[in-house]
């Protein structure tokens, strides 16, 4: 196939390519904070033998976890001002669906942080007269944390991609603004390519980091 590349509507459009870029960070970084954040709660809950607790946890956990992403975004964008009094934008709409979605996983990383601390470590902190949450504050978590960093990250790298997923409702992150750009300069090979590139530099380190810090934790341990 005798296919001339042309990158000139790359360059031409670089400004709106950042922007979208920017968008695409906010979006992912704002998703990833408030995930993680709750999932720390969520997974608490999951862990608790209260079962007032951790059965709608455990619900709340498997309806996200085994939907799609993209069905998630699509279903508070669409269907959910259908039965709420108010409307909401695409930013909110793919803020949700990406968040939901990030405090299940998160929730079952802390899970099975906490399920890795020796059972010792609680009773310690209950002979000492700790309730359960300064137990988990205090004792726990400072120990669980260090184990679950890498999967974190790991999530961090994974959502930030389905960040891409925001562009189906119209939101303006790279993916958007790069479908915009390529149907008017009916470039999306280059367009496309670019957007590919543009994702591959800033996660690839990131990736790079995960298995080195993994990497250095197999050394001390």
């Known amino acids: 196939m005798d296919y001339r590349w042309d990158f000139s509507a790359v ?3 670089r ?6 870029l920017q968008n695409t960070l906010i979006l992912g970084t704002t ?10 709660f969520v ?7 209260n079962r007032w607790l951790h059965d709608p946890a455990s619900v709340f956990v498997e309806v996200f976890r085994n939907t799609p992403v993209l069905v ?19 930013f909110t709409a793919a803020t949700l669906g990406l968040t939901l979605n990030t405090v299940a996983f ?16 609680w009773e310690a902190g209950k002979a000492l007269g700790m309730t359960y949450w300064q137990q988990m504050r205090r004792v726990i978590l400072p120990q669980a944390i260090r184990r679950m960093l890498p999967a ?3 999530r961090a790298v994974e959502l930030f991609k389905m960040t891409s997923l925001a562009s189906v409702i119209a939101y303006g992150e790279l993916m958007h603004k790069a479908k915009v750009i390529s149907t008017i300069a009916f470039n999306p090979i280059e367009m496309y390519t670019a957007v590919a590139l543009i994702f591959f530099a800033i996660l690839f380190p990131a990736t790079v980091l995960v298995r080195r810090f993994e990497t250095s934790r197999n050394v001390r341990s």
């Open 43 to 49: 997974g608490a809950a999951r862990y608790s033998a």
């Open 11 to 13: 360059l031409v459009n």
């Open 106 to 121: 998160s929730s079952e990383i802390y899970r099975a942080g906490l399920q890795s601390i020796a059972r010792g470590q």
């Open 15 to 20: 400004a709106l390519l950042l922007e979208g």
């Open 72 to 90: 998630q975004i699509m279903w508070f964008f669409f269907a959910f001002p259908i039965i709420a009094p108010f409307q909401i934008n695409a």
């Open 152 to 154: 974190f990250m790991n």
């Open 31 to 40: 998703c990833l904070a408030l995930g993680l954040f709750f999932g720390l």
